[in-house]
Structure formats: C-alpha cells, structure tokens
C-alpha cells in the first residue's frame, strides 16, 4: 500500500478532496514553481488546509520526493498543533519505519543513514532560529539532505513569506529576513517543488511590482504558478454565516465604542463591582457573559435529553494587544461571575429576569428542542454555583503552551471555558465548541489576511452550537468585516472561474467623482466596496433631519419624479442630481456611511448614460426591528413584481435605481417628516470589481 494509499483509507478522503490532492501532487511534478512561483492551496479560514497538505506531501512521498519541509507560523501553539497532527496522520507509517516527523528545534544531532533513508518532514516556525537551524540540518550537519527531492510547504503563506507592506508594530526586518532565508534554502537544493497553503487570495493580487530586502536586495512579487482550491466539508461555518445568512443579524450583537474604550485600562471610577449587573459601561459585556452562560447551558441540556455526553464550550475575548488590558478585563469577567452568583441569592427574582432576557435572545436562532425556561434558570444557576466557568488570560506563548491539550488546541478544561488574550490568539490555534466571540479589534488599516484570520468562529461547527453562537463588536467593526468578507469573496469567485488578474479590476474616485484605475496595492481594505451583478448599494444606519429642514429638498423630489408612474430609463445626470439632494436629506449615524459622490461614481462606472428609475411611494418601513437592528432592506424582496425583482429584471447592462417615498412617522423610529430611500441595483453585466473609497496615498497629508 502507498503512502498516499493508507492516508486516503485512514482520513477518508472525499472524492473532491482526492482530486484536489491529486492534482496538486502531480502539478508539482510537472511544473517548476520556486517561492517567487509557487504552486499555491487555496483554501477558507479552518476549512481543512492542513489536511490537504498533509495528503499533498504523502502522494509526493509515492511520486519520488523524499523531504517535506514545512514552514508555519512563528507560533509555538502552532507548531505543536501541526506536530502533533503530523504524528497522528502518519502514525502507523512512523511505526513501520516509513516516515519520521521532526519539530526542527528538537531534532537530534546524531541520526544514521537508517534514518536518514526514509522518507523526512521537518517544521520549521518561520523565525530566524528556526531558519537557521534547518540550513545547519540541510547542509552541514546531514549534507545527504540537500541532494535529495525535497517538498517545500509554505503553510500560512500570506504572513511572513510574502509580507512586503511595512509595519511599524512588527520587526519588519526579521519578517522579510525570512523571506530571504526561505529563497536560498530552496535554491540550495538542486530539485525541489514549492507549495503555498493560505486561506486570503488577498496574497495572490494585492502585491507591488518588486519587494525590497532591508539590504537593498530586490525579490520579484510571488505569483502562482498553479492554484487549486479545497473544498470546505458539510459542516463547514464561515462569512457566509455571520455576514450574509438569514439570522447574521441575530448573531451578530452590537457593542457601543465607548465599552471597548472601557476595556483599554483599568477604571474604576467607570467600571464599580458594585454595579456590573446595571452599568451601562459594560452592558455588552455583561450580555455577552450571560448569553455564553445560557447558550452553553440549552446546548449541554439538549445533549443530556438525547442521552449524549453534554460538551464543553468556549468564549474568547479579543479587543487589545496589551497584557495590561487583559488582565483588567478578566477581572471584569470574574466580578460579573461574582455578582450573578450573589444575585442568586439576594434578589432571586431579577437573576431570573436576567436569565430570560438571554433565554429569549438564544431562543431566537435555536435548533432542535426547546428546554423549559425553569430548566435552564436551574442548570444555569448550578453552574454558577458549582463553579462550571473557568477564565484563563492568554496573552504569551508560555500561556498557550499550558494551555493546550495533546492534540495542540487549547484545552477546554471546564463546561464553560473563556479565554482573553491578544494576537497569540489570532492564528491557528483551534477552539472547539466556540460560541462566542467578543472582538474589538478596529481592522481600519488592517490588511485583508489579518482580518480574516482574527475570525476565530470560521471552522467545522455543529449547525446546533452555531445556533447558539453570538459575535459580539462594534457595528463599525462589524461593518468593515463585511467589507472585506465581500472583498474576499469576489476574488474567491475569480479563481474558482479560472481567472488571471483581469478578472477582478480595482477603481477609485478621483477628485472630479470620476472613476479611474487604481492600483490593488494601494488599497485600504477597510474602505472597499465590492460590485457584483445585482449587487444592492444603500443608506442604512441613518436618520433624517427636520420636517422644516427638509421640506424644500422633499417638494422638489416629489416635483422630479411625480410623472415616473412605471419604470423609465432616465439619464444619468437627472438620477445624480437626485441623489444630490436625497443627500441632503439624510443623516448617517456613528458607524455607517453612505456618500452621495461615491454613489455616483458607481452608477458613472455601471452606467452607459441612462438608469432605470423604479418609484414607490406611502412607505411605512420602521427604522428598527423588533429586535433593534437598523433596517437594511426596505425593498420588498420577493414576488416578480415587487420593486427588487423589477430592478433585477430592468438591470441587465444598465444599473437601476428604486427610490421608495418613505412617510417617516415618528412611531416608526424617524423625524415624523416624509424622505426618499435609495437602493442602486448593479446591473447582471457587471464585471466584478473592488472599488476603493480611499487609498494609501489619499490618506496621506
């Protein structure tokens, strides 16, 4: 039986996932890739990389190659998960004498050519000690190694290897040492094959035209040779859930700016014991900590009824990168423990309101059976008072080390595990039975692979615990995260089409509103928008101003279009000055952000002169739900006649524009005057295409 043989039997591979193993195995050998030209494993956040890699160098194995090295994150936590995950795989290999798995840090200094002989992979964290341990390995050492076929596996690919933007809070030296190391490592072995695994297309569009070494050395941008994509498993969770599904507004659950800013440094003139269940200054935290409680609890309840083993879960909090803001948060965490457990007993009746309110919310999104309100006050109020909740600080590679199970992930010790930590939590670490997520973490300036990676939610989830599961950040935050989810998604599509670079264009705005190329490396991921074919583009998240303020701009709205009964094909510059003056109407409220000029900047680039106007008027829409979200669809979005499926039907090589005559009650949420709503509908020709509201050099002074 071939190596590639038994991993197939043992993993149970899927049959796309053979394909993908296969094809990529067979790439390497027949095309040359080299780190400026890699093949590359394109795959989601936790989606099963790893395990395709693995089934990548065991057909390599049976194809002649004889050494795989594989370069992770500087990561401890991430190098013993791989270790370990490695020594599991290839276990009854390892034990037949086949194969041999080395943490190159502990690699010993004395192997025969018994050893030397079989079939070698090596980890190597791509840091400087690292690096140099495995050249002293290659080449003075066990010189033998660097005459054989070696199997390069560069696994987190969009960090260190093809960093090239400059960071002040990283030591950017040492990251692109790395790179340089990684390059003369491969060039010291006269055959070899390279493979990029990374979860962010980001790394494959977004270079320069040349990346400069702090020695002045010059390396071309990396650019694929080959990509093949893994496929995501039945019960794979990712953005599709928490930004597009039907209850991402129930996942999602919005904390204030000011809490975070709470959250930064201790204090205790904002923040008192005494009033963590009351306090305004923590009250997402707060909720946050309940609905984890109760969320967990229904799970647990739900896995006794159908005579299961009741599971243990995790909650981590991620807003800061300091040790300081760590610790004073987990000492709110356990004051608000603290503070429940006496309520329990001194006002018993408001514990139990409580508990309903994050009863009520969980209930909302919940699979399968219902437990009783009283069963899960009980089993609540039991795990506070047995002490189910244990927190841990998780902010050094030391923390992470004791922390994590033989398997490498962080080990749920208790039925109720929270974990607060900064970026030693960001990547690779695995957390089973994650059910909330508490981040705040602004992605302003961020780049598209760091904010992806922070989504710690993504990963195989049981569809029960994701019904549970809460996302806990600012809606501006939130609001970015979508952005780039949508950004990543649009380039995912262009490889899944087979596309090259023209594929997805990249514009701006220029000063006179005008649309104009811009270059993908200038981008700020967090100001982009993405358009698509029948894509949507709206004000949500606004309020209007005064009925005395707004009366001249409506009456003249109403003058504009009250001959467009049905649907016309308007000139463009009539639908611009509309939009104008609907800009002057409304109010964006902290968070969101609608802009009249980049609005027309789109329909001129969608446009080929004309827009299709749809009109509907005496609209009731509330401003909020029912659960206090902003409303993001006031088009009615079913039904071949509704005013959406009539722009999508219009909108074939021209935009259209619904522009709903919204009456503005004050019982709804608004001003008590009426105002125009405007949805622009992209049409179904559009070419994918990341529009950039600001870039690199317009933010400068």
């Known amino acids: 039986m071939t190596i590639y043989e038994y991993l197939k039997r043992t993993n149970e591979y899927s049959e796309d996932l053979q394909k993908v193993i296969e094809r990529t195995s067979d790439k390497l050998m027949k095309e040359s890739t080299s780190h400026q030209r890699p093949g590359m494993l394109l795959g989601k956040i936790q989606s099963g990389k790893t395990r395709a890699f693995i089934g990548v160098i065991g057909r390599s194995f049976d194809q002649g190659m004889d050494v795989a090295i594989i370069f992770t994150k500087a990561s401890n936590a991430l190098a013993k998960q791989t270790y370990e995950r490695l020594s599991k795989e290839y276990a009854h290999l390892i034990e037949r004498d086949q194969v041999r798995v080395f943490d190159i840090m502990r690699m010993p200094p004395n192997l025969r050519n018994y050893d030397l002989s079989k079939k070698l992979i090596f980890i190597v964290k791509k840091e400087t000690k690292n690096m140099d341990r495995i050249q002293e390995a290659m080449f003075t050492t066990y010189p033998s190694l660097s005459e054989r076929n070696v199997l390069f596996v560069d696994d987190e690919a969009d960090l260190a290897s093809v960093s090239y933007e400059r960071d002040e809070r990283k030591n950017v030296t040492d990251v692109r040492v790395i790179s340089l190391k990684i390059d003369q490592l491969r060039k010291k072995c006269p055959v070899s094959a390279y493979l990029q695994v990374t979860a962010t297309p980001y790394s494959l569009y977004l270079q320069p035209d040349e990346r400069k070494i702090h020695d002045h050395k010059v390396f071309a941008p990396v650019r694929p040779a080959f990509t093949e994509l893994v496929p995501t498993f039945k019960q794979y969770v990712g953005g599709e859930t928490f930004f597009e599904s039907e209850h991402a507004d129930r996942y999602f659950q919005e904390i204030q700016e000011a809490e975070l800013t709470t959250l930064k440094k201790q204090d205790l003139r904002r923040v008192k014991k005494e009033t963590l269940l009351t306090s305004r200054n923590v009250a997402g935290l707060r909720q946050a900590f309940l609905h984890f409680l109760v969320g967990a609890t229904i799970r647990r309840i739900q896995q006794k009824n159908k005579g299961e083993k009741p599971q243990k879960y995790a909650f981590m909090m991620h807003t800061e990168r300091g040790k300081a803001a760590h610790v004073w948060q987990a000492t709110i965490v356990q004051h608000i423990e603290n503070q429940l457990h006496k309520l329990i007993d001194e006002e018993p009746r408001k514990w139990q309101e409580l508990v309903q309110a994050s009863f009520e919310n969980v209930k909302e999104t919940l699979i399968g059976d219902i437990p009783s309100l009283q069963t899960v006050i009980t089993d609540v109020q039991k795990a506070l008072q047995d002490e189910y909740v244990l927190t841990s600080v998780v902010n050094s590679e030391q923390d992470v080390s004791l922390l994590l199970d033989h398997t490498g992930q962080l080990r749920l010790s208790s039925p109720m595990n929270i974990f607060i930590g900064g970026q030693i939590l960001d990547r690779g670490v695995t957390i089973n039975q994650l059910i909330g997520f508490y981040y705040g973490r602004n992605p302003n300036r961020y780049q598209q692979d760091t904010v992806l990676q922070h989504s710690r939610l993504y990963g195989a989830r049981d569809p029960e615990d994701v019904s549970v599961t809460r996302f806990y950040t600012s809606r501006n935050i939130y609001e970015m995260m979508k952005r780039v989810h949508e950004f990543d998604q649009a380039l995912r599509v262009s490889i899944e089409s087979g596309g090259d670079d023209q594929q997805v264009i990249f514009i701006q705005k220029d000063d006179e509103n005008k649309i104009i190329p811009c270059s993908p490396n200038k981008l700020l991921l967090s100001d982009l928008n993405v358009i698509k074919p029948h894509k949507r583009f709206l004000p949500v998240g606004f309020q209007t101003g005064y009925k005395t303020h707004l009366k001249k701009s409506i009456d003249w709205l109403d003058q504009q279009l009250v001959h467009v009964q049905q ?82 039907r219009l909108a074939q090589t021209e935009p259209a524009i619904i522009l709903l005559r919204q009456n503005g009650e004050k019982q709804h949420g608004w001003m008590g005057t009426p105002f125009w709503w405007p949805i622009i509908v992209a049409p179904l020709n559009s070419q994918t295409a990341v529009f950039a509201k600001k870039t690199k050099e317009s933010e400068r002074p």
Do not use: C, Y
């Open 567 to 648: 649907p016309e094909r308007l000139p463009i510059n009539i639908v611009e000055k509309l939009i104008d003056e609907i800009g002057h109407t409304i109010h964006m409220q902290p968070g969101f952000s609608w802009d009249p000029d980049e609005q027309k900047a789109l329909l001129r680039h969608m446009s080929t002169g004309h827009v299709w106007v749809i009109v509907r008027k005496n609209r009731n829409i509330r401003r909020f739900d029912s659960e206090g979200n902003v409303e993001d669809a006031p088009d009615t979005p079913s039904g071949h006649n509704s005013e959406l499926g009539t722009a999508k």
